[in-house]
């Protein structure tokens, strides 16, 4: 089965830190440009985080930027987010999605397509940052 697999989400206090894991399944990520998405409740989903197939270029939402760090092990066939000083306004369901790097001219550019043109989407992990 064909899928990617977000975990490390849970309930942290304003200032903590969670990393993020998303694995893939049934393929290899190696050819994949891969994103962070979240979306907080009543919001639209937006992009925070995008890494290039083999991590050389990174992307940051301005939200996220100097907070977040986005990182791949192809050899693990996943893709992480380490969130530190993490706030209230964090608080949101965390996805990760793939997209063949052949699809995109860049990077940045993966984190504000529309989300139907991702080839795979994880089923999101709860991040919940209250005191």
């Known amino acids: 089965q064909l899928q990617l697999v977000e975990s490390g989400g849970g309930l942290v206090q304003p200032g903590g830190s969670l990393r993020l894991s998303c694995a893939a399944s049934?393929?290899?990520?190696?050819?994949?440009?891969v994103g962070w998405f979240r979306q907080a409740p009543g919001k639209e989903r937006e992009g925070i985080s995008c890494?290039?197939?083999?991590?050389?270029?990174?992307y940051y939402t301005d939200a996220v930027k100097g907070r977040f760090t986005i990182s791949r092990d192809n050899a693990k066939n996943a893709v992480y987010l380490q969130m530190n000083s993490l706030k209230p306004e964090d608080t949101a369901v965390y996805y990760c999605?793939?997209?063949?790097?052949?699809?995109?001219?860049?990077?940045?550019?993966?984190?504000?397509?529309?989300?139907?043109?991702?080839?795979?989407w994880g089923k999101g992990t709860l991040v919940t940052v209250s005191s």
């Open positions: 999605a793939a997209l063949q790097r052949i699809k995109l001219k860049s990077t940045q550019s993966m984190c504000t397509v529309p989300s139907t043109v991702m080839d795979y």
């Open positions: 049934g393929f290899t990520l190696d050819n994949y440009r």
């Open positions: 890494i290039s197939s083999y991590g050389g270029t990174t």
